[in-house]
């Protein structure tokens, strides 16, 4: 059975920091894309960021680029992404999800995590 457990949501100050985590189990994660995608309160879903089976190849959202980083560790099994500079727009639920390919393909997830809560205020 697949799962992606989300985990290191929190609330956290304007200009912070926070690392979520995405841990992997039921297939073999080394083989297959991974995203971050969230939402906000009252909002759609939202692409943040992408990488590929093997970790060389990332992708970012134009609103998240420079302030995100995505990271994978195969050894782990997990997921992971590293957020600075948070703003309170960065606020909302965010999930990782599993590409059914080695590399990203636009929408064509096949399994998400339940969500980590992510809250950007003062």
């Known amino acids: 059975e697949v799962q992606l457990v989300e985990s290191g949501g929190g609330l956290v100050q304007p200009g912070g920091s926070l690392r979520l985590s995405c841990a992997a189990s039921?297939?073999?994660?080394?083989?297959?894309?991974m995203s971050w995608v969230r939402q906000a309160p009252g909002k759609g879903l939202e692409w943040v960021s992408a990488?590929?089976?093997?970790?060389?190849?990332?992708s970012y959202a134009d609103s998240v680029k420079g302030r995100f980083t995505i990271s994978r560790d195969n050894a782990k099994n997990t997921l992971y992404l590293q957020m600075n500079s948070l703003k309170p727009e960065d606020t909302a639920v965010y999930y990782c999800?599993?590409?059914?390919?080695?590399?990203?393909?636009?929408?064509?997830?096949?399994?998400w995590g339940q969500g980590t809560q992510v809250t950007v205020s003062s």
């Open positions: 999800a599993k590409y059914g390919l080695g590399y990203p393909v636009t929408d064509e997830y096949d399994y």
């Open positions: 039921g297939f073999t994660f080394s083989s297959y894309a």
């Open positions: 990488i590929n089976s093997g970790g060389g190849s990332t």
